[in-house]
């Protein structure tokens, strides 16, 4: 099992940006891939971004591609998700998540089993 650990949240005004980091501790996260996916009020969790742990494919979702950068860090065992123009549209709880070994779906929240508390993020308008 992996832990995970988010920080980061905080509050922005709209256009803003923020940049939020994932620690991974215990078992070295050996998945395929890594994400962060987000909590809204009211709403259902939903896949942000994802990223390959050893050849570096990211994948975004089309209300964050091109203004949120997905990276990691293999040998500090950390991601990170840059997010810039921000807007209250991105208010969330936003967690990290490790996908199951060898599965090859990483824009599937089923697909993940470990998962941090998450932080959150308020963008003011």
């Known amino acids: 099992q992996v832990q995970l650990a988010e920080s980061g949240g905080g509050l922005v005004q709209n256009g803003g940006s923020l940049r939020l980091t994932c620690a991974a501790s215990?078992?070295?996260?050996?998945?395929?891939?890594m994400g962060w996916f987000r909590q809204g009020s009211g709403k259902e969790r939903e896949f942000v971004a994802a990223?390959?742990?050893?050849?570096?494919?990211?994948y975004y979702a089309n209300s964050v591609e091109g203004r949120f950068t997905i990276s990691r860090d293999t040998v500090k065992s950390m991601m990170f998700l840059q997010m810039d123009n921000l807007n209250p549209d991105d208010t969330a709880i936003y967690y990290c998540?490790?996908?199951?070994?060898?599965?090859?779906?990483?824009?599937?929240?089923?697909?993940?089993?470990?998962w941090g508390q998450g932080t959150q993020v308020t963008v003011s308008s």
């Open positions: 998540a490790s996908i199951r070994p060898n599965s090859p779906h990483p824009t599937q929240l089923t697909e993940y089993e470990d």
């Open positions: 215990g078992r070295t996260p050996a998945s395929f891939f």
């Open positions: 990223i390959g742990w050893h050849g570096g494919t990211t």
